[in-house]
């Protein structure tokens, strides 16, 4: 699940632009939420993950970060691995 700006059609920001791209590029399915749509939920989040900033993506429940953490993983191989747990 991805807690987005926007949707997987038509992100809000360029860091939900760029975690879309590369989410889809790794042919997983996954789901979007648009945090901009509820602001209790956007900020209930922000406190229960304990991460400040959106996007946040999650992996069978658990938090893996945002797009810094994404594109490092990314790079380190890690990324497929983890979406395909």
Do not use: H
């Amino acid at each position: 699940m991805l807690f987005m700006k926007g949707n997987r059609e038509q992100p809000r920001c360029g860091f939900s632009k760029q975690i879309i791209e590369i989410l889809n590029n790794t042919g997983v399915k996954y789901e979007t939420y648009d945090i901009l749509c509820d602001e209790e939920i956007r900020q209930g989040l922000k406190t229960y993950s304990d991460w400040p900033t959106y996007p946040q993506l999650y992996v069978n429940g658990d938090l893996i970060g945002g797009l810094d953490i994404v594109k490092e993983m990314l790079a380190s191989g890690d990324l497929a691995t983890t979406l395909n747990a």
